[in-house]
């Protein structure tokens, strides 16, 4: 297997449902009370393509994208319209939009990441499918110069830095980035008949680990 670093078709893509799922273990004692815990450190994202299919040239497109990517073999981007970027509204992505880390003076390689905040908790999602053109990196309160103070790795969303920073700088970051996802379903069932009469086939998407 392999991935195709192609972006599933975003006109499609708008219009589907979807979103972050956890696993969560859940035992009820003999008390009443309730014990949880999950064996996943990360949330796994579901999507449905059909939905969004509103004619038979859609649907020729997703058959041929499909075919392409041999079902479930090879995975690719997708780009999640709730959830695509780390700035807000309409607002481009800025150098300050997360904290991406903390430098120790040593470490030249930082994974970039987006981060979730609720009241006191938080939770830090690697990014590993970064959109070209887009990644903005800072230290502190200074934007840097991609290709002069860094590279960034697309296929892997690793920053690598001329220079290791200095400890106690705040690495930042902000970027847009894609899901990286394979289809989970080795069929596609279509009927035209069907499809004109308003109904869609099924095209379940799930997100890889990589």
């Known amino acids: 297997m392999a991935f195709h670093e192609v972006r599933f078709p975003t ?44 004619s038979l040239d859609d649907l020729r497109e997703v058959l041929g994208f499909f075919e392409a990517r041999m079902g ?32 120790d003076g040593v470490e030249a390689v930082w994974q970039l990441t987006r981060t979730y905040r609720s009241g006191p908790h938080a939770y830090a999602r690697p990014i590993r499918k970064p959109v070209a053109g887009t990644v903005r990196v800072g230290l502190g309160e200074d934007a840097l110069r ?33 899901v990286p996802v394979r289809f989970d379903t080795d069929r596609i069932i279509a009927s035209v008949a069907s499809f004109e009469a308003g109904q869609v086939p099924d095209v379940p998407v799930v997100e890889l680990r990589v």
């Open 11 to 54: 006109s499609l893509s708008l219009g589907a449902s979807g979103g972050p799922q956890r696993r969560t273990e859940v035992v009820t004692l003999a008390n009443g009370f309730e014990e949880r815990n999950t064996p996943w450190a990360h949330s796994r994202r579901r999507y449905d393509a059909g939905v969004a299919m509103r």
């Open 72 to 103: 479930q073999l090879h995975g690719f981007r997708w780009k999640d319209w709730a959830d695509f970027k780390t700035s807000r509204g309409r607002l481009d992505p800025r150098f300050d939009d997360e904290v991406i880390g903390m430098g």
């Open 146 to 178: 991609e290709g002069v103070d860094y590279e960034v790795e697309i296929t892997t969303g690793l920053v690598t830095f001329a220079h290791p920073p200095d400890p106690e700088v705040e690495i930042r970051a902000g970027f847009e980035f894609d």
